[in-house]
Nanobody
């Protein structure tokens, strides 16, 4: 079993920045972030492996940075140049023994 605890969401103005954190209860090779806006399907945002390999959705490339502290089993999502269309509930994801585990979700709202 894997428990994921997220933090860091909130309200930010367009062009602003936020950092999300997700702490896992054990070491996970592959962790990532997804988001779900109202009325839309959950979509992948970014992913990182223990080796530091990263993958980003086209919509966030150049604006978001995913990183991982393997010693703390924690993954971060640094979000910059935020846009109103980034507004969503952001979920941490861990892939462990081919099973998906999810955090509780944290709301990010980009609005003036």
């Amino acid at each position: 079993q894997v428990q994921l605890v997220e933090s860091g969401g909130g309200l930010v103005q367009p062009g602003g920045s936020l950092r999300l954190s997700c702490a896992a209860s054990r070491s996970i090779f592959s962790m990532g972030w997804y988001r779900q806006a109202p009325g839309k399907q959950r979509e992948p945002v970014a992913r990182i492996t223990n080796g530091g390999r990263t993958v980003y959705a086209d919509s966030v490339k150049g604006r978001f940075t995913i990183s991982k502290d393997n010693a703390k089993n924690t993954v971060y999502l640094q979000m910059s140049s935020l846009k109103p269309e980034d507004t969503a509930v952001y979920y941490c994801n861990a892939l462990w023994y081919q099973l998906d585990y999810w955090g509780q979700g944290t709301q990010v709202t980009v609005s003036s």
